[in-house]
């Protein structure tokens, strides 16, 4: 069983309740769960665990999937890149300046030319791009790739949401034009969309302002989620980049016409921190409730063996986990020696999100009993129809979990007109910004807050909450991760 093979982990630690400290709740919980161990003598560069790893590999999926249904290729570039390729892009080094691991030697001897470890792919990958382009004809080139990457991390460091070894995705795109780089964002604005309601976690799509864009880039959507600790976590980022890299790189195709130009490039990441929000937002005093989708076990079966009764249970509960994984159903038979207290106790700490117990008087009545994750609720279940009824459950439990974080969110958004209401807010606040960068300093300056971005879709106009000057930019202030 998968179940027993796992790492030993500090059981025995305290998990506080959720409401009452929610940072250690999350730390506790990410290792009682096994998603995670961060005994690792390196800070910041954590195990996955078995269970966790499974989750992540779903979520790798789910992304692939999507990647596939709109035309990019997965490639696997090095992890290595030479100093002289990275330190093409001014803002780009300057950006990560801070935040290299280099590789200095081979065996005993230093290197002519220093390595990195990439902390992104860019100066990787730019500089074959430049020698795959040819003609307007090898455009739009779509590619994605699902590595890890490095970046030396001097905050303290927690499980998934800062660490210095992260599990990255990022897609690269090289298009003829401007307006076909802004239609891959408006592409990967509606893949976040769909990976957002597969793994139930709401977000908002607001503008960087300049000052926090991606080095490089010209400008910056960043995916935000609210936790429960009222602090946003950026969990995705998408980047139009113009020509800013494809001229220090050289990418140019050939036009029609015979000319050379340069191409325009987006970008788009994401990372384990996807894990991090669904562990916050969803998990509660009882321990993780994973979104159906993702999670390595849907259902977990628990057998209910009365004395002498074994020999008629156990057959029928492998019966049923069959037929459920012959539906296509991630299934998990707890034949393991326990009370059914304890199996229960287990599974729900795993975040499964749907139980199931079969015991005698449930064969002779040709039910299941089995409970919801996310609501506690007890069903009975026709036999028969046990196939048909666990989609539909873990369906409606995915919309339930959905909704439930997106009333959160909502709930959490406040307009606020001053800068009193920016220092007196707990959750998100909404309000005109003037646009200019002295009063997003002042902001972050003078509280706790930063303006996180702004509604680029947005039109009206108002008086700037920070400097009362006339704004028609809706910004974003929020405590951040
Ligand atoms: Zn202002």
Redesign the pocket.
């Known amino acids: 069983m998968s179940t027993n093979n796992e790492p030993k982990g500090t059981a025995a630690i305290h998990r506080p309740a959720k409401a009452d400290d929610f940072s250690e709740w999350y730390n506790v919980l990410i290792d009682q769960a096994g998603l995670s161990d961060k005994r690792y003598p390196i800070k910041g560069m954590n195990v996955w665990t078995p269970y966790g790893w499974k989750t992540m590999r779903l979520m790798d999926s789910l992304l692939r999937e999507q990647m596939e249904g709109t035309d990019h290729d997965e490639v696997c570039f090095p992890l290595l890149i030479p100093e002289d390729q990275f330190q093409k892009e001014a803002d780009h080094i300057k950006g990560f300046a801070d935040g290299v691991y280099w590789v200095t030697h081979g065996g005993l001897n230093p290197l002519e030319v220093k390595l990195l470890l990439r902390p992104t792919s860019e100066t990787a990958m730019y500089p074959m791009f430049a020698l795959w382009i040819r003609s307007h004809q090898d455009l739009p080139l779509k590619t994605f790739q699902i590595v890890n990457t490095f970046r030396y991390e001097t905050h303290q460091t927690r499980s998934f949401i800062r660490v210095r070894e992260i599990h990255f995705f990022e897609s690269h795109t090289c298009h003829t034009t401007f307006e076909d780089a802004q239609a891959q964002i408006a592409e990967d604005l509606e893949v976040m969309k769909i990976l957002g309601e597969q793994m139930c976690i709401p977000y908002l799509a607001l503008q960087r302002p300049d000052w926090d864009k991606f080095p490089g880039a010209d400008y910056t959507i960043g995916i935000d989620a609210y936790m429960p600790s009222g602090k946003t976590l950026q969990l995705a980022s998408i980047h139009q980049y113009k020509d800013n890299f494809s001229k220090p790189y050289d990418i140019t195709y050939e036009t029609e016409d015979g000319e050379h130009k340069h191409v325009h490039q987006t970008t788009y990441g994401m990372s384990e921190r996807l894990l991090g929000a669904i562990v916050g937002l969803h998990g509660d005093d009882k321990g993780l409730a994973l979104p159906p989708n993702i999670a390595p076990f849907q259902v977990a079966i628990v057998p209910i063996l009365a004395k002498g009764k074994a020999d008629l249970v156990m057959p029928q509960c492998e019966k049923l986990a069959e037929e459920l994984k012959q539906a296509g159903i991630r299934v998990e038979l707890d034949d393991r020696d326990l009370r059914p207290g304890k199996k229960f106790f287990h599974w729900e700490l795993k975040g499964v999100p749907l139980r199931m117990e079969l015991g005698p008087r449930d064969i002779e009545n040709d039910v299941v009993m089995a409970a919801r994750r996310d609501t506690g609720e007890k069903i009975q279940i026709t036999r028969a129809d046990i196939a048909k009824t666990a989609i539909d459950l873990l369906e409606s439990i995915r919309v339930n979990m959905l909704e439930k974080a997106r009333t959160i969110l909502t709930n959490a958004l406040v307009e606020v007109f001053t800068m009193q209401d920016v220092t007196d807010l707990e959750g998100i606040g909404k309000g005109y ?2 646009s ?1 960068e ?2 997003g300093t002042k902001v972050e300056d003078e509280t706790e807050l930063s303006l996180i971005g702004f509604d680029p879709d947005h039109n009206g106009e108002g008086s ?6 006339k ?1 028609t930019r809706m910004a974003y202030f929020a405590r951040t991760y």
Do not use: L, R, S, T
């Open positions: 910004w003037c200019e002295a009063c700037c909450v920070v400097c009362g000057n704004g």
